[in-house]
């Protein structure tokens, strides 16, 4: 994930609706991509994760997609409910090429309106 | 299965002094690694511990170091604390060495004055 300031952009949407949550990262060797989930006072929650030699992989209500060519993921979560109000991030590795350590995105907060 | 546990929850140190923060893995996982959250900087990595021996390392200062037992339970000590320590440390458990489906702890927030 890329690294930002201290501003973190904010998705709302509409209790019921289809949540799309993206995130870009830097270096093309990444390999292992994996999102999760931070409410407050909490420590971040695995969500799912996906490998390089996948494009697409499905969990409960949620989809990550991954665009290695233009480095992009994205997370999808389907009919969203108040209870997926939180910061999300994005996490890559490149375990490949011995970057084992996840680098994480500034995240992005996402507001559930009921 | 209980999930990863930190302690203290909550810390208030003064600059220069020293602090432990301890975490303890899943059952089972033999991986640990320490990370720390700030506004400003996000979520970075601090090291990895596996097998009683630190696999990985991040760009922080001497000043932070850690340790795993055999029972796979990590500490983290920061000596000489300063000001800009204050954050949110976090340590994420894992079955194995590496980034693969790390779980997370709530995390130890310290506080330096």
Redesign the interface.
Known sequence: GE????HLPTLSVQEGDNSIINCAYSNSASD?F?W?KQES??????II?IRSNMDKRQGQRVTVLLNKTVKHLSLQIAATQPGDSAVY?C?D?G?DTGR????????TRLQVQP | KAGVTQTPRYLIKTRGQQVTLSCSPISGHRSVSWYQQTPGQGLQFLFEYFSETQRNKGNFPGRFSGRQFSNSRSEMNVSTLELGDSALYLCASSASYGPLEQYFGPGTRLTVT
């Open positions: 690294s930002v300031g201290l292992y994996i999760y006072g909490k420590g971040p929650q695995f994760d991030f996490a590795s375990m084992r350590a996840l680098t994480f995105g500034s995240g």
